[in-house]
T-cell receptor, first 113, second 117 residues
Framework: ETGVTQTPRHLVMGMTNKKSLKCEQH?????MYWYKQSAKKPLELMFV???????ENNSVPSRFSPECPNSSHLFLHLHTLQPEDSALYLC????????????FGPGTRLLVL | AQTVTQSQPEMSVQEAETVTLSCTYD???????LFWYKQPPSRQMILVIR??????QNATENRFSVNFQKAAKSFSLKISDSQLGDAAMYFC??????????????FGKGTLLTVNP
């Protein structure tokens, strides 16, 4: 595997379920990001981890819980979601440093029923 | 706060022709980076081109080039010799070059490009 991978690619869950999204980067980067992409809205940054420490929590509801166990892996734990949370969730990674470009994974399409 | 505006929700171009996608942004910073990303139907967001604000020369990557007008805060993308594989949603994005938010990308709403054979 190369680049940034995400699993699962598609997920359907009920509002009472608990699920996790996984992101893995094979680029040697040390910063990772979660974005939410909803229809007809710009991408929204949710969380940023740099060197495995969270450096940004962009007013995201507590029903979304990120975890970064190491610089290659990033998780987004989901519980008691709402239908409006249905969206494409994109993971990205970059080297730390303001000049570095972010590279994206293919996304997880989430549907909350 | 920075904002990015893409005024064209949809554009179309004939194969082999040239198309220009518009992007304007609002910022009070002097040091920043601008990007164009492409998102085809497969959903993978792919970097197309990147421009550093301190560089006067417009960035070019093969058939893709930008027209960066710093004073006008404009950053348009030109695609030459359009190919069917260029069909995608194109996003313009801004990133600060300094301060505590320099990891944050601010995206426009995107322009859907259709390439007609």
């Amino acid at each position: 595997e190369t680049g940034v991978t995400q699993t699962p690619r598609h997920l359907v869950m009920g509002m009472t379920n608990k699920k996790s999204l996984k992101c893995e980067q094979h680029l040697g980067h040390n910063a990772m990001y979660w974005y939410k992409q909803s229809a007809k809205k710009p991408l929204e940054l949710m969380f940023v981890y740099s060197l495995e420490e969270r450096v940004e929590n962009n007013s995201v509801p507590s029903r979304f819980s990120p975890e970064c166990p190491n610089s290659s892996h990033l998780f987004l734990h989901l519980h008691t979601l709402q239908p409006e949370d249905s969206a494409l969730y994109l993971c990205a990674s970059s080297s730390s440093g303001y000049q570095e470009t972010q590279y994206f994974g293919p996304g997880t399409r989430l549907l909350v029923l | 706060a920075q904002t990015v505006t893409q005024s064209q929700p949809e554009m179309s171009v004939q194969e082999a022709e040239t198309v220009t996608l518009s992007c304007t942004y609002d910022t009070s910073e002097s040091d920043y980076y601008l990007f164009w990303y492409k998102q085809p139907p497969s959903r993978q967001m792919i970097l197309v081109i990147r421009q550093e604000a301190y560089k006067q020369q417009n960035a070019t990557e093969n058939r893709f080039s930008v027209n960066f007008q710093k004073a006008a805060k404009s950053f348009s993308l030109k695609i030459s010799d359009s190919q069917l594989g260029d069909a995608a949603m194109y996003f313009c994005a801004y990133r600060s070059g300094s301060g505590g938010s320099n990891y944050k990308l601010t995206f426009g709403k995107g322009t859907l490009l259709t390439v007609n054979p």
